[in-house]
């Protein structure tokens, strides 16, 4: 695969969201219940249904936002939803990806990435194995694999792989049993292999210079880029600062 692509390479995560856009009924100044625009007087309306649009227009907002400041690659990786409303969130990202060029990567579900016809998934050391996953989807889809040791990033390599995600380099807090590797133990993963490996864990602004010199094809990022007030410039201050990371590998 194109290596540039994996440059920075943002992860969604909806609760890092400084705002949702506001849906549903709503109350006015007066506490008086207001129908959601367009709809008139006695027509019902499901608020939950519009709840769910919104999150998902504005959760493909901030991923349009993050690609407009130089995101390469979208992961998306929502845990907590399921069925129909995953399947609809993740379309809606979808649709921004395709508009812009930019590769949608399913974390996890590889049966939802075909129905989508995502261009790949992301899975870990626990889902569906690289080489079930690469039947499944074809030789043209991108698969990643999380590797935590050399071992597994050998493995996976062996079994398909088009990229692997490492870490936590840094200390995290939008992945609960993420335990904190070692950058000599990066390094060694970056070199053991002849695929890309995108560093993912914690990564700011404030450290990601600390990953130069240990082989990482790109920056895997999330709340330091889903969190931030302004999205499109913290994009812009990543990748410029993914690109001093790849350029001193």
Known sequence: ??????????????????????????KSVSGAEERPTGMTAGEPH???????????EALATAVEQAILGGATMVQFREKELTGARLEQDARAVQAVCRKHGV????????????????????????????????????????????????????AAEAAGADYLGSGAVFGTSTKHDAKTMPLETFRAITASVQ?????????????????????????????SLFGAADITEAARTLRALADEVVADR
């Open 1 to 26: 695969m194109n290596r540039d692509l994996l440059r920075l390479y943002a992860i969604t995560d909806r609760h890092c969201l400084k705002t949702l856009s506001p849906v549903g009924a709503e």
């Open 103 to 154: 590769p949608f990567i399913m974390n996890n579900d590889v049966a939802l990435a075909q129905k989508l016809d995502a261009d790949g998934v992301h899975v870990g050391q626990s889902d569906m194995p690289a080489a079930e996953a690469r039947r499944l989807l074809g030789p043209a889809k991108i698969i990643g694999v999380t590797a935590r040791t050399v071992a597994e990033a050998q």
């Open 195 to 223: 695929i890309p490996v995108v560093a993912i864990g914690g990564i700011s602004a404030a450290n990601a210079g600390g990953l130069k010199s240990h082989g990482a094809a790109g920056l895997a990022v999330v709340s």
């Open 46 to 56: 499901d608020v939950s249904s519009l709840q769910a649009d919104g999150e998902a």
